[in-house]
């Protein structure tokens, strides 16, 4: 079971740390569309921020996750008052959905196509989505701290390095599309035409100097970069495997968030006060395409 999906899952946190998506993405995607407007599906719809974003967009938003968890986040911050069109339900990417045959105009999965069954899903986005209609995927990478190499460097190392101790072994399979920007995401070609995709490799040289169309990128408190970090999928599994190991701010002794930002500041001195600010930027990928 994917980690986001498990019932210990603090899908509260999750939503209250992950980065929003800029203005910028949605208005590539619409320029992109063509025709009516009507009707939006999400897959792997999370805790609802696309349908918060992007879905007034539409007439009718329907947002689907295997995460009851997140499916009463995602209620719960898109009350019915404000976003009449949005409606939620739990259920896989690769699940029916009670849209009629050729009902869907646009098919978005933000974040979420790396978990996808694709075998299984493209027969049923060729079955949903209109002629003409639009897929939006896209995706993010680890942010890098864009003016500080060596503190990213040693980030990089607890996220990936294979030690017990650090979070390398407990990324769940998939994680290596997101790393290598949705590049195994592939809708085929006998349903889907003007595939596009835009990128962004970001680096440490200051703000904007990676490669490609910088999309993601946020000032943040120090302390907010180590509570998402918290959120990320291997953080809960090495919890699992170190009962003992408590959040200070929860009064323990620390976890690994903690100890990573103990090592980062030993390098960067401004890792070490949570209320100082630093600017980060993610790799993204966006992929778009328009069903034959």
């Known amino acids: 079971m994917a980690t986001f999906a498990k019932k210990t899952f603090n899908t509260a946190s999750y939503a209250a740390a992950r980065p929003s ?9 619409l320029a992109y569309h063509q025709g009516p407007r009507e009707q939006c599906l999400d897959l792997g719809c999370g805790h609802g921020i696309v349908a918060r974003q992007f879905g007034s967009n ?13 499916i009463e986040q995602a209620r719960k911050l898109t009350p019915k008052a404000q976003f009449p069109f949005a409606e939620f339900r739990v259920g896989f990417a690769e699940d029916d959905v009670p849209i009629p045959t050729g009902g869907v105009d646009v098919v978005t999965a933000a974040q979420a196509s790396h978990w996808f069954n ?13 002629r003409g209609g639009t897929l939006a995927f896209w995706g993010y990478k680890d942010p890098v701290f864009a003016d500080y190499p ?20 407990y990324w769940p399979k998939g994680r290596e599309i997101v790393q290598d920007k949705l590049r195994a995401i592939k809708p085929p070609e ?3 035409e003007d595939i596009q995709r835009t990128e962004y490799e970001p680096d440490t040289r200051g703000v904007n ?27 809960h599994g090495w919890q699992e495997t170190h ?4 959040a200070r701010n929860k009064g323990g002794k620390g976890d690994i968030a903690d100890i990573i930002f103990d090592d980062l500041a030993r390098e960067d001195e401004i890792m ?19 069903r034959r």
């Open 21 to 29: 998506y800029p203005q910028k993405l949605y208005d590539l995607i």
């Open 58 to 70: 539409f007439s009718r938003f329907l947002g689907t996750d295997p995460s009851e968890g997140m």
């Open 118 to 130: 694709q075998p299984k899903l493209y027969p049923l986005l060729r079955d949903k989505v209109r």
């Open 150 to 169: 060596k503190a990213t460097a040693i980030l990089n190392d607890y996220a990936y390095s294979q030690d017990k101790d650090k979070l390398g072994s």
């Open 190 to 192: 006998s349903d889907w």
């Open 209 to 235: 100097s990676g490669e490609g169309t910088v999309l993601m990128h946020k000032r943040i408190k120090v302390g907010e970069y180590k509570e998402y970090v918290r959120t990320w999928s291997p953080y």
């Open 243 to 246: 009962p003992d190991a408590v």
């Open 272 to 290: 070490g006060d949570e209320e100082s600010e630093i600017e980060i930027e993610w790799g993204s990928a966006v992929i778009l395409a328009r």
